[in-house]
């Protein structure tokens, strides 16, 4: 009984930002040890440079790939896994910008016009992907900006950067829910364990039962386990990535629908027509369609 009201939570990171700056550049490579489940009191202003994959906020999976932008508010839950072949890396994927919300309540007591940014701010603590082209490529201009400078410079490259990210509108709102989290690194790494074993296994009949065992689980506590850690139950995550892997071919080959839908995992096709309605509130040929005119229209 006590153990099933655990809270199961991501690992806090404590961002190490100097006293005299308001704002924290940094980058790395892939795979590093920044790279995991994770949640901090600061809000991250996150830019992919290279490789794709799934991106995980609160409670949201997606798909990310080069100059992809998203900002992630105070105490979310986050996470960017790549795909790479094994034993590949890549030195430098992540850009990231740390800046604290005090910074954001001292602003707007100073300056009146920072207070029209509180509804920008508002979604931020579900995550936000930014999804305007032009305004990417000018944020990602100043992000640049951002990374060789300091002091006073850095901080108005800053503002120039959240005027053009505030004022999108071609976003998208991440999570359904924010989080309160609590510290337990055990049963973080139990879930990490989780998320890979899915992860390499997906495509095949993975259950439940085969995840539960893999990190010494039973069945019963693994289901709640999961359902608390990621806010999905465990066939609802597993299909989700089967669906998202799905969109990936349907809009980049020439495969079969049929094909595709025994690469990601589903074992019958109307088992994986109702799966993908259900996660993307259209068929697979109405998807195809979709990402096709989209891809001729630009």
Not at 22 to 38: A, M, N, Q
Not at 118 to 131: D, K
Not at 138 to 153: D, H, M, P, Q, Y
Request: net charge negative; aromatic share 12%.
């Amino acid at each position: 009984m006590g153990a099933e009201k655990q809270r199961i939570q991501p690992e806090f990171e404590w961002v190490d930002q100097r006293g005299d700056e308001s704002i924290r550049y940094l980058d790395h490579g892939y795979p590093s040890p920044l790279v995991r489940w994770h949640y901090h009191e600061e809000y991250e202003l996150h830019l992919i440079t290279e490789t794709s994959g799934k991106v995980f906020v609160g409670d949201y999976i997606g798909n990310f790939a080069p100059n992809s932008l998203i900002l992630v508010g105070p105490n979310l839950p986050h996470n960017w896994i790549s795909q790479l072949e094994k034993g590949e890396q890549v030195e430098l994927r992540d850009r990231v910008i740390n800046f604290s919300h005090d910074l954001i309540t001292a602003s707007e007591s100073v300056f009146p016009e920072t207070r029209a940014l509180a509804p920008f701010w508002q979604r931020a603590q579900y995550g936000i992907e930014f999804r305007n082209r032009e305004g990417i490529d000018k944020a990602i201009g100043l992000f640049e900006e951002v990374a060789t400078s300091n002091g006073f410079r850095r901080l108005t490259r800053f503002w120039a950067m959240v005027e053009i990210l505030a004022a999108m509108d071609d976003y998208r709102v991440l999570s359904s829910s924010t989080y309160l989290p609590i510290t337990d690194e055990k049963i973080l790494n139990r879930l990490n364990q989780a998320l890979n074993h899915i992860f390499e296994h997906y495509r095949s009949s993975i259950s439940l039962e085969d995840v539960a065992a893999h990190v010494n689980m039973s069945p019963t506590y693994f289901s709640k386990f999961f359902k608390k850690a990621t806010g999905h139950r465990f066939i609802e995550f597993v299909n989700t990535l089967r669906v998202n892997k799905a969109c990936e071919r349907l809009a980049h080959t020439d495969d079969p629908i049929t094909e595709i839908c025994f690469q990601v995992g589903f074992n019958n096709i109307a088992n994986f027509n109702r799966r993908f309605s259900d996660v993307k509130g259209m068929t697979p040929s109405e998807y195809r369609r979709t990402s096709m005119d989209a891809l001729y229209q630009r």
